[in-house]
């Protein structure tokens, strides 16, 4: 499963003010330091994807050209390209002012440090595992801050949009496999596939989920989560939401079918 953005994880601080006449620019989104933060964390992730794709289905023989082909899919610079434009289209001068005054804010600059660190962390195997693990340790108990993650994942939707997104990219990685030539199925055929998968992916995306946030917000208190729930619920925090699952699906929709094109014309000893 290709991973994809979640609400918040990489929020923007924007750099400088914002026009009460219009909304932000792209140009200013690029600015977000956060973002470009965030960019290089998923980066790291795709690298490491490419790492295991080598090992398990390439018996180790990636080489050089594969490495460069995983490294230009996983442009940084591109995806913050692509999701500072989502930002600026999908956020006017109102939301983009309230979003501004929460993230420069010092909780929203903590929050976005400890989503950062958090995520950057669980590229380890074991960290993500241990994660999971403090997860289910609590699953069906009374804990306050799961409960509190509980109703942080139900305002912003986060389980149904990562599904969607999940599935997405289940189905474009599939169908560069198919273009590779490295699988041989019909159109109908690769999405029974996909949807076949539907319930392994939302189960391993409630598990990530919760073992990420329960992690990555363990140093906040009640009271500062409380206030980081109430903004996602405001209209600013539900466009800026938007934004950042458009921008992200927008980049790793080119991602996965390009991985699955790669890795079918490796499979097959061609050139990348």
């Known amino acids: 499963m290709l991973r994809t953005a979640f609400a918040a994880l990489c929020a923007l601080l924007l750099a400088g003010p914002v026009s009460a006449q219009s909304g932000p620019s792209a140009e200013a989104m690029a600015r977000v330091m956060q973002l470009e933060t965030a960019a290089e964390v998923m980066r790291a992730e795709g690298l490491a994807l490419g790492d295991e794709l ?29 999701v500072s434009g989502e930002l600026a289209d999908g956020l006017d001068a109102g939301a983009a002012q309230a979003v501004r005054d929460f993230f420069t804010a010092p909780l929203g600059r903590r929050i976005l440090t400890l989503e950062n660190d958090a995520r950057r962390a669980m590229i380890d195997d074991d960290i993500e595992a241990l994660a999971r693990q403090s997860y289910l340790d609590l699953r069906g108990s009374d804990d306050p801050r799961l409960a509190q993650v509980a109703r942080f994942i139900e305002v912003n939707d986060l389980v149904e949009r990562n599904v969607a997104g999940a599935l997405s990219s289940d189905y474009r990685f599939t169908r560069g496999m198919v273009e590779g030539g490295a699988m041989a199925m019909s159109e109908g055929e690769i999405l029974d596939r996909v949807w076949a998968s539907e319930g392994e992916i939302r189960e391993d995306t409630r598990e990530w989920l919760f073992g990420f946030l329960l992690m990555a917000y363990r140093p906040l208190s009640d009271a500062e989560m409380e206030t980081y729930i109430d903004f996602s619920a405001t209209e600013a925090g539900q466009a800026l939401n938007a934004a950042l699952f458009e921008g992200f699906e927008a980049f790793y929709a080119n991602v996965s079918h390009g991985l699955g094109l790669s890795l079918a014309q490796a499979m097959q000893g061609s050139d990348l």
């Not at 289905?57 to 594969?66: E, H, N, S, V």
């Open 54 to 82: 080598a090992a398990d289905m390439l018996g180790g023989r990636g080489g050089a050209i594969w490495d460069r082909r995983i490294s230009a899919l996983y442009d940084a610079g591109r995806l913050v390209e692509v």
